[in-house]
Every structure is written in structure tokens, then in C-alpha cells.
């Protein structure tokens, strides 16, 4: 069974600080994304990343694959309180690729201004 | 471009009652998710249809609840009898399956089961 786990599950931080979130796996995926979802809204995509070592940015959001493809991470840089949301990270490719993501129970952030 | 569409947003029923969640796709894509999230079990997969094709419904929690997308454009989840315990927000999202699997969401279903 594939699994993403994301850490940690909850942080609140002051305005300004950075911060860094992790996801994890066993299991190698073909492509790594990340979601934020707003209260009362549906999860929304923020990037795709598909090669080992891979690292983008949105913004004062970073996003790195591991270069084996099995974790990736989510820094965020000078954390805004519109950065507040639940981040959601999900693994699509993996063995058997079915079409269908494996997604992580998600890490709720707080910035506090 | 419309994203995906579901309706209703927000549905409050009592216990025994038929309850249906309806979900228009974006147009071009061929692959539609059914999720429940609570925040118990965070967002869970229910069942998705690939071309119409129902190709895994292995999350759906009982014979109470099932699916059908007659059409590329139309889905519906349906929980036939409703109890408080199927109250969750239910989201439909949609992708292009030859892609990576890139999923947009609908803004989701509040279903509250009394």
C-alpha cells in the first residue's frame, strides 16, 4: 500500500517566519504535487514537480522533489497570514499507475499576524 | 473556463433519507474522483470513473452509497439511506488521465445527515 505522510500535522507561526513542511514515502512516484486548501473551498493546486532533485517557486513558496522521487518539501519564506490553509501533498504514478493520486492527511497552517 | 460544478453546496437531511450529490467535470477531461473529508480521516477516495468507466470503488464505505457517471459531463454520488455519520464535506475533482494526474476540485458538498 502506498503512503504519504506529511509533517508536521499542525504548526501556527508568527507573521514573517519561515517554515518548512515535509512529505514522505516509501514508495517512488512519477510526480509529486501540492494543494492548499481554504476553509469552505476545495483543495487547489499549487505545483507539479516530476524530476528527482526538481525544485520550484512560486512566490515565496519552494517546492523540491527528492532525487528519488519518494519525499519532497514545502518552505515557505516570510509566512503571510494568507499563507493560513491546509497543505495537501499527493503522490500520482506510482506503481500500478492507475490515474488516481495518494494523498497525505494534509498539514494545517496558522500565521498569526 | 468553468471549473468543476457541484451541487448542491450545502445539503442538511435527516437519518433514512435518500441523499444525491451531482458534479459537472471540466469539459476534455476523462478522469472524475469522488472524495469525502472529515477532519477524523482527512480526504478519503471513494470511487473514480475513467471514460465513464468505473474503475475503482473500493473506498466507498458500504452498499449505501453509489455512483454513476452516465455521460462524460455528468456525475452523481448517491447515499441511499443517509446516516449522521456519512455528514462530511464531499468534493468531486476531475483530471486529464494522460497528463500527470493534475486533479481540480469542485468547492465541495457540506452534507449534514440530523
Known amino acids: 500500500t502506498q503512503l504519504l505522510e506529511q509533517s508536521p500535522q499542525f504548526l501556527s507561526i508568527q507573521e514573517g517566519e519561515n517554515l518548512t513542511v515535509y512529505c514522505n514515502s516509501s514508495s517512488v512516484f512519477s510526480s509529486l504535487q501540492w494543494y492548499r486548501q481554504e476553509p469552505g473551498e476545495g483543495p487547489v493546486l499549487l505545483v507539479t514537480v516530476v524530476t528527482g532533485g526538481e525544485v520550484k517557486k512560486l512566490k515565496r513558496l519552494t517546492f523540491q522533489f527528492g532525487d528519488a522521487r519518494k519525499d519532497s518539501s514545502l518552505h515557505i519564506t516570510a509566512a503571510q497570514p494568507g499563507d493560513t490553509g491546509l497543505y495537501l501533498c499527493?503522490?500520482?504514478?506510482?506503481?500500478?499507475?492507475?490515474?488516481?493520486?495518494?494523498f497525505g492527511q494534509g498539514t494545517t497552517l496558522q500565521v498569526k499576524p | 473556463d468553468a471549473g468543476v460544478i457541484q451541487s448542491p453546496r450545502h445539503e442538511v437531511t435527516e437519518m433514512g433519507q435518500e441523499v444525491t450529490l451531482r458534479c459537472k467535470p471540466i469539459s476534455g477531461h476523462n478522469s472524475l474522483f469522488w472524495y469525502r473529508q472529515t477532519m477524523m480521516r482527512g480526504l478519503e477516495l471513494l470511487i473514480y470513473f475513467n471514460n465513464n468507466v468505473p474503475i475503482d470503488d473500493s473506498g466507498m464505505p458500504e452498499d449505501r452509497f453509489s455512483a454513476k457517471m452516465p455521460n462524460a459531463s455528468f456525475s452523481t454520488l448517491k447515499i441511499q439511506p443517509s446516516e449522521p455519520r456519512d455528514s462530511a464535506v464531499y468534493f468531486c475533482?476531475?483530471?486529464?488521465?494522460?497528463?500527470?494526474?493534475?486533479?481540480?476540485f469542485g468547492p465541495g458538498t457540506r452534507l449534514t445527515v440530523l
Open positions: 499527493a503522490g500520482g504514478g506510482g506503481s500500478g499507475n492507475t490515474g488516481k493520486l495518494i
Open positions: 475533482a476531475s483530471s486529464l488521465s494522460s497528463g500527470y494526474n493534475e486533479q481540480f
